[in-house]
């Protein structure tokens, strides 16, 4: 695989891709339509030159304008990661791209007198993808959809949901290089060393009959601290472990820094990220707490469940593809590995967790729980199969079209 980068020191030799300190770079519309025609004369020089150019998210929707306003022969794909973050921009800012002004409009890049970058991509790319089966049918709802769910629908022929693979060459505790030992589902050991040493490491006292509980994420109302919040009081029992890292909001931000100072024995929170203490949360935690109102592809859940972290989790998105919710009445083989809540609140992400403690008690069935969900495989190659048969078609579309 070759990779190709674009350079520009003024646009993008910056700490940060998109802005810094919670606020997007002002200049944001000038970057992006650069790198979006960067990318373009790229492919136009390439020899053999591409059949279809892939695009991911907003940073690069304006690409299949270009290609139909200029007659280009490139076929486009466009991957919907976060549609909250839409590259929505000053009206004004449209000159900047050079496109006819007729693009300017409502079947073109216009949305509500403002540049649009994601919609233009909704509109002209010829194949559109998310991350899940499930998140797809979220965003073509108005509660889902962030303002763009009427232009969703209008496109839905040519939207696909496809669940992403998980990188288990970066994450498996069997051979993981930065854990303080390594585990397999019938081998835990390792698990409680690496649980030992992650209080240890925070300076959290011992837990040695409550769970320890972890977050990995972005500290924003999307991903659930608005609900989340609340229950501190309730969780943090004496027998109770929380790790959280992760920044994002400074107002959530602060809620943590508060809560950490006034249970400085049993809550830990860091907020710059540390890719050492990201694998030995997920090692070192018996829960992981997912209570994102959406979470479109649930990556984190996979690799929770490769490291015996039980999810407790927000039904949403990719979440329902991948977590099974424990169900006592069935087979001890079937009966789950997770569980999930429905009503997005405080109360019924409490009852979950209510639900996952009791059982953490009984360390027999909490043990197959563990080794049930670290047997579970999230690969690339079902995802790797979906997208080519996509590539295949369009090809095929492209061929004929021609």
Not at 45 to 55: G, S, V
Not at 288 to 306: C, D, H, K, Q, V
Request: overall charge negative; hydrophobic content about 45%; some cysteine.
């Amino acid at each position: 695989m070759q990779l190709f980068f674009v350079r520009c020191d003024e646009f993008f030799d910056r700490p940060e891709i998109y802005g810094e300190h919670g606020a997007a770079y002002e200049d944001n519309a000038t970057r992006f339509i650069f790198f979006n025609k960067a990318a373009i004369e790229l492919a136009r020089r390439l020899t053999p030159a591409p059949q279809i150019l892939h695009l991911h998210d907003w940073a690069a929707a304006l690409i299949p304008v270009y290609i139909h306003a200029h007659n280009l022969p490139f076929a486009t794909v466009l991957t919907i990661h976060r549609l909250a973050e839409q590259g929505s921009f000053w009206g004004l800012d449209f000159a900047l791209t050079n496109l006819p002004q007729r693009f300017f409009s409502l079947r073109g890049v216009e949305f509500f007198g403002r540049l649009n970058f994601l919609k233009a991509g909704i509109v002209f790319a010829d194949r559109i993808t998310t991350v899940s089966e499930h998140h797809k049918q979220e965003i073509l709802q108005p509660e889902g959809g962030y303002e763009l769910d009427v232009v969703l629908r209008e496109n839905a022929h040519k939207l696909s949901g496809i669940l992403h693979g998980a990188d288990y060459a970066r994450w498996d505790p069997a051979t993981d290089p930065l854990l303080s030992a390594h585990f397999e589902p019938e081998k835990l050991w390792g698990k409680m060393i690496c649980r030992d040493a992650l209080l240890a490491n925070l300076g959290l006292a011992p837990a040695p009959r409550g769970p320890v509980f972890g977050m990995v994420t972005r500290v924003v109302a999307e991903k659930g601290f608005g609900i989340l919040t609340p229950l501190f009081d309730r969780l943090l029992t004496d027998d109770v472990r929380l790790i959280i890292l992760g920044e994002g909001d400074p107002a959530f931000e602060t809620a943590l820094a508060i809560a950490a100072r006034r249970y400085p024995s049993r809550f830990a929170y860091r907020r710059h990220f540390d890719e050492r203490l990201a694998h030995l949360i997920q090692a070192g935690s018996d829960i992981t707490l997912i209570p994102s109102r959406f979470e479109p592809s649930g990556l984190i859940a996979m690799y929770s469940l490769r490291y015996g972290a039980i999810p407790v989790a927000h039904a949403s998105g990719g979440i329902q593809e991948i977590v099974q919710d424990y169900d006592p009445t069935l087979e001890p083989s079937e009966s789950g590995y997770g569980f999930l809540y429905y009503g997005y609140s405080s109360e019924a992400f409490w009852d979950s967790i209510k639900r996952a403690r009791a059982l953490f008690r009984d360390r027999a069935v909490w043990t197959g729980l563990i080794r049930r969900a670290m047997e579970r495989e999230f690969s690339w190659s079902a995802a790797a199969e979906r997208y080519e048969k996509l590539y295949r078609s369009l090809v095929r579309e492209t061929e004929i079209a021609a």
